[in-house]
């Protein structure tokens, strides 16, 4: 039986209500994860231009972040080549 939540791999665990999915719990599935960090990220979008407050995209990965904490998202932010060279350097 295939993953109820649509990440393509098979269900090894189910739910009470018949849904199988993948992980142990159903939140670790990737399509569930995916879908939670684009809520999560629609809602810091939307108190970020209700409180007016000016924002500014990310150099690598086009988020946008409030003007005060850009600087400090950059410097850890997961694609920048910076952060790339130390990860890869620790494997």
């Known amino acids: 039986m295939k993953c109820s939540y649509g990440c393509g791999k098979d269900g090894k665990y189910k739910l009470t ?17 995916k879908k939670i960090q684009k809520v999560i990220s629609d809602i810091r979008i939307k108190i970020l231009i209700t409180l007016k407050i000016k924002t500014q995209p990310c150099r ?32």
């Not at 209500?17 to 994860?33: H, L």
């Not at 946008?64 to 997961?78: P, T, V, W």
């Open 17 to 33: 209500n018949g849904k199988y999915y993948c992980e142990k719990t159903y939140q670790k599935c990737p399509a569930v994860r």
């Open 60 to 91: 690598y990965c086009e988020k946008l972040y409030a003007k005060i904490g850009i600087k400090s998202h950059e410097k850890f932010c997961y694609l920048n080549p910076q952060n790339k060279k130390i990860m890869s350097s620790l494997q």
